[in-house]
T-cell receptor, first 114, second 113 residues
Framework: GENVEQHPSTLSVQEGDSAVIKCTYS??????FPWYKQELGKRPQLIID?????GEKKDQRIAVTLNKTAKHFSLHITETQPEDSAVYFC?????????????FGSGTRLLVRP | NAGVTQTPKFRVLKTGQSMTLLCAQD?????MYWYRQDPGMGLRLIHY???????AKGEVPDGYNVSRLKKQNFLLGLESAAPSQTSVYFC????????????FGAGTRLSVL
């Protein structure tokens, strides 16, 4: 089955710097890769996603890149702000699989220092 | 439109007790999922349902049962709770169309003593 590994487990950056979180997946059939943000004590919420027919997607200060050959994808946050502090989860899914299951990485705790 | 609602929010059980967690969604979604979240382990899929009357096992199904008698509700049962089931439980739903955007409930924090 699919396995998703996520690194680093914790990341501390200065406000205004960039943050990068990386994930690798094992199943080459996976073709949908969402990123969820979970603030302390809150529910996970989708922040950006990418399909396998796209190499990069941007939404304001966040971007996701995908390398299908290497089976890894990354989240990039530029000009970080204290409100970006949260746990970020990557996930992989086989769109078209009848279950639409998501397999999540173990999470990255991002701390943005003012 | 409340989205995905989980009840209860908190619960403390003694080992061996049983309980049911309720997940309700008002988005007419076909797909529903139960996850558990433990420190350092992300979200792990317990069981899921692809429609009313269907259920299937996820990554960590042992010790749990589920039912989806109505499209809007997905119940997670613990027949005989164990300390290893202390966790935060999240329910999610999706419409299964194209991308699988899953919308999560607020979670249930369960402690088994």
């Amino acid at each position: 089955g699919e396995n998703v590994e996520q690194h680093p487990s914790t990341l501390s950056v200065q406000e205004g710097d960039s943050a990068v979180i990386k994930c690798t997946y094992s199943d080459s059939a996976s073709n949908y890769f969402p990123w969820y943000k979970q603030e302390l004590g809150k529910r996970p919420q989708l922040i950006i996603d990418i399909r396998s027919n796209v190499g990069e997607k941007k939404d304001q200060r966040i971007a996701v890149t995908l390398n299908k050959t290497a089976k890894h994808f990354s989240l990039h946050i530029t000009e970080t702000q204290p409100e970006d502090s949260a746990v970020y989860f990557c996930a992989a899914s086989i769109a078209g699989d009848s279950s639409y299951k998501l397999i999540f990485g173990s999470g990255t705790r991002l701390l943005v220092r003012p | 439109n409340a989205g995905v609602t989980q009840t209860p929010k908190f619960r403390v059980l003694k080992t061996g007790q049983s309980m049911t967690l309720l997940c309700a969604q008002d988005m007419n979604h076909e797909y529903m999922y139960w996850y558990r979240q433990d420190p350092g382990m992300g979200l792990r899929l317990i069981h899921y349902s692809v429609g009313e009357g269907t259920t299937a096992k996820g990554e960590v199904p042992d010790g749990y049962n589920v039912s989806r008698l109505k499209k809007q509700n997905f119940l997670l049962g613990l027949e005989s709770a164990a300390p290893s089931q202390t966790s935060v439980y999240f329910c999610a739903s999706s419409n299964g169309l194209g991308e699988n955007i899953q919308y999560f409930g607020a979670g249930t924090r369960l402690s088994v003593l």
